[in-house]
Each structure stands twice: as structure tokens, then as C-alpha cells.
């Protein structure tokens, strides 16, 4: 077995050094030969092909390679810079020397070769050049390791593909639109266990909610109710997400309705879940931090037969902690099972489920004083303070997808999922107006009481994909058909202002807490229904010429219907006052690439998408049509450091249409001369710079503004958009043995002033928040165990995250605060 620093056949170019090396290695073998026997390539063959246990925990390459040498019996000869700085992920089970081998050096840039006798030499991966008759070959060496995404020890930063943006597995720099991924390596050395904590480090996202759901605006505008996030690729409304399960995040920039259908422009957020895996790998941490938080997750996976062709993986989590915000709460429990079948190598198919439990107490935010938010401790509590005042979400989904390659060239995909969303808002206090200004102290509230609020839905997609040459043009295509359903209904209570004896008028400086009756005891008075559905087909080609232009073409026509009601008196009654809006629309989709070096994509992409209903009736007592949006988009990317660092920069305009305001004939009811417009710049960068020096960073040049409207709005801004905003976050592994294992890490994040409504009457003021990282891992026998501080908003600063419904609400952000985990990995 060889030794860290011993003697090896290398690459070293000093002549003394590879002669000395050259020198040592060939009397050791010349020794070897008189003293034994040597092996035949059969018996050589018998050894490699015959399976045996190993079990080596993930660590540095060089010490994988010992262990492995230590269990099998065989010497690795190598140059100790080849391995330098390379992580292995392990191997655990039954294997041959050869396949344990494999996934030591899985995705490293490094082979092997068996020699005669117990020797096994590694090199560098080589790329043989085309010779002439008359020259020897000449070897060209590749020293950039890629890795598997799906590996749970993968600590990249940037990952090359992405599949949200065509639904196919594309190389990003290939892709004529810009899409960011955030690969959970992120999400851990960050520590972020909501998606909007992920989701800071993406350029031109802003979190446009309340406390309850993940929602979002991007480019300016809203996802659809703010509330639409993608689960692999199939929609999901009103989203309550948990990240214990959570692969990584895609980012797609600009109208997505060429392959998605009826979305809002501003973009597609998709989450990727992980998935069962052929190798074992268990892992357990809790995290502990302020405000009595304690949150426990685990995961497994691995294979259940022993020819890995059924797969599990199996996510738990758990949480109970308290806020910053005075009176406030939460528990949350997560369980996610996945199964996972291969029948053959051509075929899969998953099964998995997502249970989500999550009560915490209501809260919409503080109130609006003059035009900013009231100068209050953002740690106070503005609803009733009782202990039914709480919202309860009870989510569970379904899903089964298959897919069969019926050859090297032809897939065929199909996804299904079921959802359902129990969300139960109880006594929740908002205020619908700003603090009174003849007394600069007091506000008046509203309430609302819905113990009966449900959403069902239904997603379903086939896409068949395909690739060939067609004379001197590579093509990727794609057809595809789906299908979405969702049904909707809430009953409750609801009085604007609340009732004189819930104390309606509140002193901002001394709110006076007390009991609140139910929605029974009240009186339902609020019931309301939604059905929505639609189906489309779509198709695109990837064209490639020439290995460097790049065109994209393909579009999508959809059949959508949508049906709302409301009424005071009954659900029944609700649903006889629908009313039906049907539309149909192409959108289509092209884009082109220029890659005139493999390190620089010049991209360029123009876009159409069908938008949201409009649930307002012109004066013919006609709805109105759907929204629509069209965008125009340049920019260019590129690859640095042998393709470990990627950057992104887009110039872009988008132009929403069709958004329904007052008719000025008749204000009951409206026209659709409305419109939006937001154009701007945007940075991403992602990757690692030198060997452990990862990071990520962007910046957003943003001017979204209402261009028509007949309320007063035109030429203001769009709410909650900052002109600028950007982020900056780095990780430092050491790579010193001394003090390999510590990691330190630091982030800033920047956001400007925000207008608080589209009125533009109040504003929310900028601020930077530092953030801050400590851990350290080592190794306990077959296990990796990583301790871990982060500190958020290091500096304490005063934040202002979002303002909520476009009305007289801010969120405010965390003081500092911290959290530490202990992880265990096997």
C-alpha cells in the first residue's frame, strides 16, 4: 500500500525526480518478479471480477484509495498531486475490486489501469488526438472533474445542466434564456430551511407574501397569486414547501408558457426533489438556533434487492420553535417516502408522497405609519393574542411518473401528481389602511375566520423526446401534452372592520390583547369557490450547427377555463354565481446561441405566454380575456477556471398586457387597456474559484413600472420591486492538512428601497444583512460528521423584507440571530 509522499510513476517534469521515481518502481518490481510467481491476466481477471464486501466512508480520494488498498490487498501507484484536493464518495455493499474502484473514483477525471500482479496505476484522464502516419499520438490531459449531481457529498456550487427550461437535461450554456440553480449544497452550508432563504441568491427575486406561504415576484411581477412554485416539472398553487427533500432549486428567467402553459411572466421556480439512490447513504442532523428553535431531519436511501433494481429513499423532519415576533409559534412535521423500480435498464418508474403538517400562529405583518413602516419594535404582535389564533396547514401529495428509453435516441416520459391543501386561517387581524394620521397612534383592523379552506389538484404530463442528425444538423426534440385541474372552496368569517367587541381600533404603542370568538359563534358570512382547468400540447427543437450555433424553436396552444364565485350566505350559493371565462392561445418560443469559444455563449431568445384570468367583467357583462405577456432578452455566459465558475449576464424587456382597470365610462366595471413594463440587468455568478473557494453572487438592475391604468397608477412603480439589489456569498474549505475539515464562510445581501403598493404612497427603506458561517468536519470511523454555526444578520440591522397583498402590511426580517446543526453521514 502506498503511503501519502512515497515514491510514485508520476508526472513531475524534473528530470532527477521522475528518474529517481522511474528508478525506485523498477527495482521494486524487478525484487517483486524473483520473489513470486506472476499471475496470468486470467488469474488477474479471476481477482478483479470477484465480489466481496467493502465499506468506506466518503473522505478525501487519497485516503479512500488507502482504505481500499487496505481491504482488497492491492497497491495504488500515482502522483500524489493527482489526487490532491478530490473528495470520494465512498462505496458500501457487495462489489468486485473493479466496481468498488469505479465509484471510489466516480466522476474524478481519473482511470485506472490493472497491471500483472496486485498493482493498479491511475492517471489522469487523456483525450488521444488524431496522428498523422508519420507522428506518434499526441495526449492531451484533462485534469476538470465533473460529478454527480444526485451525490449527497457533491459540494459544487454550480452544477452544468438544467431541465426547467426545456423540460430535457440541457447543458445551461447551450440554453438561449437564463436559468440559475441552486444545488443543496447552498441550502446546508447556508442553512436555509425555508425556499425563500434559498432563493436570496438568485438575481431579480423578490419574496412578495405573507409569513404563510412561499411567494414570489420575479422580473416584477408576482407567480400567479404569488403562490405557484413547480414540483419536477408539474405546477403546484398555493405551495407550502419543506426543503428536508430538496434535490435542488431551478430558476427560469422570463414568460415560461412555451412549455408550462397559462404563467405569470416573470418566470418558473421548479423544485427538484431527490430520488432514490443505488448507493446506501444515511444522514441525521439537528439544528438548534434562537427563539427556542429545534429541528430534527433525517434521510435514507438506498437499494432493497441485490441486483439494485428497487430503490428507496425515505425524508423526515421535524420543527417546534417560537419567532422574533412577540405571542407567535410553530410546529411542522414532514414525511416523504419515495420507491423506485427499474424492471430493466431502459425503464423506471417512482412512486412518492409528501405529508406536511404545519401550524403556526397568524400573522400579517406591522402596520403603515405616514409613508413608512410604523415605528415600532419589529418584534410586535398586532393580531388578537389568543390561543385559537393560529393557520393550520395540512398538505399531502402523490406522485407517480414512468419513463422507458427505447433506445439510445427515443424517451418517453409521463408524470402524475395529486394534491391536497387543508389551510385552516384562524382569527387572523390585518390592517387594511395606514395609522391614523389626526393621531399618529392608532389603526383599525379587520378580521377573518376560516376554519374551511381546500384546494384539490391535479397535474399530468407525456413528453416524448428524441434525438437525430438531419445532413449537417443535430437535432433535440420534444412534443408533449398535459393536463391541470384545480378545485377550490372556503367558508368563514369575515368583518371589515372586525366587530366593536374584538376592540376593531388598536394603539399601536400599547395593543391590548384578548380572546376571539370562532367563525361558528360568528356567523359564516364568506364563502367562496374557484375551478380552473386547462390542457395544451407543445413541441420544440434544439438545432445545433457547426458544434457552436445553437436554435431553439417551438410554441404551445392552450385550451384554459376558468370559473370563480363568492357569496355571503351559502358555498352553494357562491357556486350558482361562477362565472366561466375560456381562452385559448399559441405562445410561441425561439431563441439562438453563439458559442464562438467553448467558454463564451452569446444568447438571444424572443417569448410570448399566456397569462392569468382575469376574473373582471367588462360592462357587456363579458369576462375578460387572459393576460398576456411578450419578452425580448439578450445576454451572454460564461465559463471560468477549467468550467468551475459560470456567469450569467442578461439584458432584458418585458411587457404584460391585458390587465384588467376601472372603466372609465363605468367604474363597476372594468377594461383591459392595462398594462405593466419591466426591463433591467442581471448578474449571476456561481462555481468555485481555486480548491475549496466556492460561491455565489448576483446583482438586478430592475425598472418595473405601470405603463396604462386608469386608476391613477400610470408611470408609478410596481410594488415591492427594488431598483437594485444583489447578493454575495463565499465558502472557504482548507486544504492544509493541519486544518482540513474547517470551513468558514460570509455573505451580504443587498435590497433597495421598495415601494410599498402600487399607489407608491408609503415605501419600505433598503438594507444590507450579513451573514456569517463556522463549521468543521471529520471522520469517526465509516462516518462524516459536520458541526455548524451560522450567524444571520451578523450586524443586527433593522429589515424591512416585503410588503404584503399590495396594501398597508410590511414583513419585517430577523435581528440577529443563530443557528447551529450536527450532522452525521454514512
Known amino acids: 500500500m502506498r503511503k501519502k509522499g512515497s515514491p510514485v510513476i508520476g508526472t513531475d517534469k524534473t528530470p532527477s525526480n521522475r528518474?529517481?521515481?522511474?528508478?525506485?518502481?523498477?527495482?521494486?518490481?524487478?525484487?517483486?518478479?524473483?520473489?513470486?510467481?506472476?499471475?496470468?491476466?486470467?488469474?488477474?481477471?479471476?481477482?478483479?471480477?470477484?465480489?466481496?464486501?467493502?465499506?468506506?466512508?466518503?473522505?478525501?480520494?487519497?485516503?479512500?484509495?488507502?482504505?481500499?488498498?487496505?481491504?482488497?490487498?492491492?497497491?495504488?501507484?500515482?502522483?500524489?498531486?493527482?489526487?490532491?484536493?478530490?473528495?470520494?464518495?465512498?462505496?458500501?455493499?457487495?462489489?468486485?475490486?473493479?466496481?468498488?474502484?469505479?465509484?471510489?473514483?466516480?466522476?474524478?477525471?481519473?482511470?485506472?489501469?490493472?497491471?500483472?500482479?496486485?498493482?493498479?496505476?491511475?492517471?489522469?484522464?487523456?483525450?488521444?488526438?488524431?496522428?498523422?502516419?508519420?507522428?506518434?499520438?499526441?495526449?492531451?490531459?484533462?485534469?476538470?472533474?465533473?460529478?454527480?449531481?444526485?451525490?449527497?457529498?457533491?459540494?459544487?456550487?454550480?452544477?452544468?445542466?438544467?431541465?426547467?427550461?426545456?423540460?430535457?437535461?440541457?447543458?445551461?450554456?447551450?440554453?438561449?434564456?437564463?436559468?440559475?440553480?441552486?444545488?443543496?449544497?447552498?441550502?446546508k452550508d447556508q442553512q436555509a430551511i425555508r425556499i425563500k432563504d434559498a432563493l436570496k441568491n438568485v438575481s431579480g427575486i423578490n419574496w412578495a407574501t405573507d409569513p404563510m406561504y412561499e411567494g414570489f415576484q420575479l422580473r416584477g411581477f408576482q407567480t400567479d397569486g404569488t403562490t405557484t412554485v413547480y414540483r419536477n416539472g408539474l405546477r403546484i398553487r398555493r405551495a407550502v414547501q419543506e426543503v428536508a427533500d430538496l434535490e435542488r432549486l431551478e430558476v427560469l428567467k422570463g414568460p415560461a408558457a412555451a412549455a408550462y402553459g397559462r404563467i405569470e411572466p416573470g418566470g418558473l421556480i421548479n423544485i427538484v426533489t431527490k430520488k432514490p439512490l443505488d448507493t446506501p447513504y444515511y444522514a441525521l442532523e439537528q439544528q438548534f438556533g434562537s427563539y427556542d428553535m429545534f429541528r430534527t431531519t433525517a434521510d435514507a436511501t438506498g437499494p432493497i434487492n441485490q441486483d439494485h433494481s428497487l430503490l428507496y429513499r425515505v425524508n423526515l423532519a421535524y420543527q417546534n420553535n417560537e419567532f422574533f415576533i412577540d405571542k407567535m409559534d410553530q410546529e411542522r412535521v414532514f414525511f416523504a417516502p419515495y420507491i423506485t423500480w427499474k424492471p430493466s435498464d431502459r425503464t423506471e418508474i417512482n412512486l412518492n408522497l409528501e405529508y406536511l403538517y404545519d401550524e403556526r400562529t397568524s400573522y400579517t405583518g406591522l402596520p403603515v405609519q405616514g409613508n413608512r413602516p410604523a415605528n415600532v419594535p419589529i418584534s410586535r404582535y398586532y393580531g388578537f393574542g389568543s390561543d385559537n389564533e393560529k393557520s393550520v396547514f395540512d398538505k399531502f401529495l402523490i406522485g407517480f411518473d414512468w419513463s422507458h428509453q427505447f433506445n439510445d435516441d427515443w424517451k418517453i416520459q409521463h408524470r402524475f401528481h395529486y394534491y391536497k391543501l387543508d389551510y385552516q386561517i384562524n382569527n387572523s387581524a390585518f390592517f387594511p389602511g395606514r395609522v391614523n394620521p389626526a393621531n399618529n397612534r392608532t389603526a383599525v383592523r379587520n378580521v377573518t375566520d376560516r376554519p374551511i379552506d381546500i384546494t384539490d389538484t391535479v397535474a399530468?404530463?407525456?413528453?416524448?423526446?428524441?434525438?437525430?442528425?438531419?445532413?449537417?444538423?443535430?437535432?433535440?426534440?420534444?412534443?408533449?401534452?398535459?393536463?391541470?385541474?384545480?378545485?377550490?372552496?372556503?367558508?368563514?368569517?369575515?368583518?371589515?372592520?372586525?366587530?366593536?367587541?374584538?376592540?376593531?381600533?388598536?394603539?399601536?404603542?400599547?395593543?391590548?390583547?384578548?380572546?376571539?370568538?370562532?367563525?361558528?359563534?360568528?356567523?359564516?358570512?364568506?364563502?367562496?369557490?374557484?375551478?380552473?382547468?386547462?390542457?395544451?400540447?407543445?413541441?420544440?427543437d434544439q438545432i445545433t450547427l457547426f458544434d457552436k450555433l445553437h436554435i431553439m424553436g417551438g410554441g404551445r396552444y392552450d385550451w384554459a377555463t376558468r370559473s370563480s364565485g363568492a357569496a355571503s350566505t351559502s358555498i352553494a350559493a357562491a357556486r350558482n354565481s361562477e362565472t366561466e371565462v375560456k381562452n385559448e392561445a399559441f405562445s410561441p418560443r425561439v431563441g439562438v446561441v453563439y458559442q464562438p469559444w467553448p467558454w463564451l455563449s452569446l444568447y438571444g431568445n424572443y417569448v410570448e405566454s399566456l397569462g392569468?384570468?382575469?376574473?373582471?367583467?367588462?360592462?357587456?357583462?363579458?369576462?375578460?380575456?387572459?393576460?398576456?405577456?411578450?419578452?425580448?432578452?439578450?445576454?451572454?455566459?460564461?465559463?471560468?477556471?477549467?468550467?468551475?465558475?459560470?456567469?450569467?449576464?442578461?439584458?432584458?424587456?418585458?411587457?404584460?398586457?391585458?390587465?384588467?382597470?376601472?372603466?372609465?365610462?363605468?367604474?363597476r366595471f372594468s377594461v383591459q387597456t392595462g398594462e405593466a413594463r419591466s426591463r433591467g440587468i442581471e448578474v449571476d455568478v456561481s462555481g468555485q474559484i481555486t480548491d475549496g473557494l466556492n460561491l455565489i453572487a448576483t446583482y438586478a438592475y430592475t425598472d418595473a413600472v405601470i405603463t396604462q391604468d386608469n386608476s391613477g397608477n400610470q408611470d408609478r412603480k410596481l410594488w415591492n420591486v427594488p431598483a437594485n439589489s444583489g447578493s454575495f456569498w463565499a465558502k472557504y474549505a482548507f486544504q492544509d492538512p493541519a486544518l482540513r475539515g474547517l470551513n468558514v464562510g460570509a455573505g451580504a445581501y443587498l435590497v433597495g428601497e421598495r415601494q410599498g403598493n402600487n399607489l407608491n404612497n408609503w415605501q419600505m427603506p433598503g438594507y444590507v444583512r450579513v451573514d456569517a458561517l463556522l463549521g468543521y468536519s471529520w471522520e469517526i470511523g465509516k462516518s462524516k460528521v459536520t458541526a455548524q454555526l451560522n450567524v444571520n444578520n451578523l450586524l443586527d440591522k433593522t429589515i424591512y423584507e416585503t410588503s404584503a397583498f399590495n396594501g398597508y402590511l410590511t414583513q419585517p426580517g430577523a435581528p440577529r440571530n443563530f443557528m447551529g446543526s450536527i450532522r452525521v453521514e454514512f
Open 612 to 667: 392569468g384570468a382575469n376574473s373582471a367583467l367588462a360592462s357587456t357583462g363579458k369576462p375578460l380575456d387572459a393576460e398576456t405577456a411578450q419578452q425580448h432578452e439578450v445576454g451572454f455566459k460564461t465559463e471560468w477556471f477549467d468550467k468551475r465558475l459560470m456567469t450569467t449576464v442578461a439584458f432584458y424587456e418585458l411587457t404584460k398586457q391585458n390587465i384588467a382597470t376601472p372603466d372609465p365610462v363605468n367604474t
Open 460 to 540: 399530468t404530463n407525456v413528453d416524448l423526446t428524441g434525438k437525430f442528425k438531419l445532413l449537417s444538423t443535430e437535432h433535440r426534440v420534444l412534443a408533449g401534452f398535459d393536463y391541470f385541474w384545480e378545485d377550490f372552496e372556503a367558508q368563514g368569517f369575515f368583518s371589515a372592520p372586525a366587530p366593536a367587541s374584538l376592540r376593531p381600533v388598536v394603539d399601536i404603542f400599547n395593543p391590548v390583547y384578548g380572546q376571539v370568538p370562532s367563525a361558528a359563534s360568528q356567523g359564516f358570512n364568506n364563502f367562496s369557490t374557484l375551478e380552473q382547468y386547462w390542457y395544451g400540447a407543445y413541441f420544440q
Open 19 to 187: 528518474s529517481r521515481g522511474i528508478t525506485t518502481l523498477s527495482l521494486y518490481f524487478s525484487l517483486a518478479a524473483l520473489a513470486l510467481p506472476l499471475p496470468s491476466q486470467a488469474d488477474a481477471a479471476a481477482v478483479n471480477s470477484e465480489t466481496r464486501g467493502f465499506s468506506i466512508a466518503a473522505q478525501p480520494l487519497y485516503s479512500a484509495l488507502s482504505a481500499l488498498a487496505e481491504q482488497s490487498g492491492v497497491q495504488f501507484v500515482y502522483n500524489s498531486e493527482l489526487v490532491k484536493g478530490i473528495s470520494s464518495p465512498g462505496v458500501s455493499g457487495q462489489y468486485s475490486l473493479e466496481g468498488a474502484l469505479k465509484r471510489l473514483l466516480a466522476e474524478s477525471g481519473i482511470a485506472y489501469r490493472f497491471n500483472n500482479g496486485n498493482t493498479v496505476t491511475l492517471e489522469k484522464m487523456a483525450v488521444v488526438e488524431p496522428q498523422s502516419a508519420t507522428t506518434m499520438p499526441s495526449v492531451t490531459v484533462q485534469g476538470k472533474a465533473t460529478y454527480d449531481p444526485t451525490n449527497p457529498y457533491n459540494a459544487d456550487y454550480r452544477l452544468p445542466n438544467a431541465s426547467a427550461a426545456t423540460k430535457t437535461d440541457t447543458p445551461i450554456m447551450e440554453l438561449p434564456m437564463s436559468i440559475q440553480v441552486i444545488p443543496k449544497q447552498i441550502l
